[in-house]
């Protein structure tokens, strides 16, 4: 679009380059790699990926789709980089002595946190406390979900935690990484699967009291805290390629392998008390992806 209306520093003669030669920016490619290529040699530079690595990430398809992006010479280190997903220092850098190189804030725990204290819950006006504790999850009008969605017909909460393999979203784009992790599951404790008549490998629907609801494959296991259902995040995808587009005339098809599994964000809470809120935490307002109230069912 900017190249078509005319914006300037876009198009064939946009990125100035060191060397003194101008580079072009038709890409997000184009701009972000020269990015990376900065890190990868800044002072000592990195050494170039291993082929193992390389083909780990699917890294020489993505080199050949973006070549032009940068010098042939560069791609070796920038390819040590992305495979690694940033540079890092070695360990012993990181320290002075026994202390952190980079700490925070230095030789302080915070066990009150006076910028907490003096911040008002924006709804009931009450000043947070300021220091850890044991808060009720509750609507924003103050009703506990305990109340408002008795345990007797939504008697599990959800637990999300990031896998190995899909610690980042975007690992759903690598196929190897897709191959070694295909799908995550609807994970529940062992008593609760048995109270329930379940066994590892049911089809199931988990749904919550304000519409939302997602089926998955079970997976039991002892692991998993009782009335609780432990979800893998990086799944479920809707975007990221899991669904086609048209750009033009050209269609970019879906890869279906992006969308497998369960995505713990399509099954957040509503909070009925405000119009059109989703139930969040009170101090930060972020959306809940831990707690909730469900309830599963065999399909």
Do not use: C
Not at 58 to 72: I, W
Not at 182 to 194: G, Q, R
Not at 209 to 224: I, K, N, Q
């Amino acid at each position: 679009m900017a190249v078509r209306i005319g914006l300037p520093g876009f198009g064939e003669n946009a990125i100035p380059g060191a060397d003194g030669k101008v580079y072009p920016l038709k890409s997000a490619e184009d701009y972000w790699l020269k990015a990376v290529a900065n890190i990868a040699f800044d002072e000592t530079p990195v050494p170039d990926v291993s082929a193992t690595d390389a083909k780990l990430m699917d890294l020489p398809d993505f080199a050949k789709r973006y070549q032009g992006s940068l010098k042939a010479q560069e791609w070796p280190k920038v390819q040590y980089v992305l495979a690694r997903g940033g540079r890092f220092e070695e360990y012993n850098a990181g320290f002075v002595g026994t202390d952190a190189k980079y700490p925070n804030v230095a030789r302080v725990v915070n066990f009150y946190f006076e910028n907490a204290a003096t911040a008002r819950n924006s709804t009931s006006g009450e000043v947070f406390a300021g220091t850890g504790g044991w808060y009720p999850e509750a609507l924003h009008n103050g009703t506990p979900l305990d109340k408002a969605y008795p345990a007797a017909e939504w008697p599990f909460r959800i637990a999300s935690y990031k896998p190995k393999f899909r610690s980042i979203a975007l690992l759903a784009s690598t196929t190897i990484m897709r191959d070694l992790g295909k799908t995550n599951f609807i994970e529940m404790n062992t008593a609760d699967a048995a109270r329930l008549g379940l066994k590892n490998g049911d089809k199931v629907k988990v749904s919550n009291p304000t519409g939302a609801s997602a089926t998955g494959t079970l997976l039991v296991r002892d692991g998993v805290a009782p009335n609780t259902l432990g979800i893998a995040f990086g799944y479920g995808h809707w975007e990221y390629g899991a669904r086609s587009y048209s750009v033009g005339d050209k269609v970019i098809p879906a890869d279906p392998a992006v969308g497998t599994g369960v995505a713990v964000n399509g099954l957040g809470l509503m909070d009925t008390t405000v119009p059109l809120y989703g139930f969040a935490d009170p101090a930060t307002g972020i959306p809940a992806r831990n707690g909730g109230r469900f309830k599963v069912e065999k399909v």
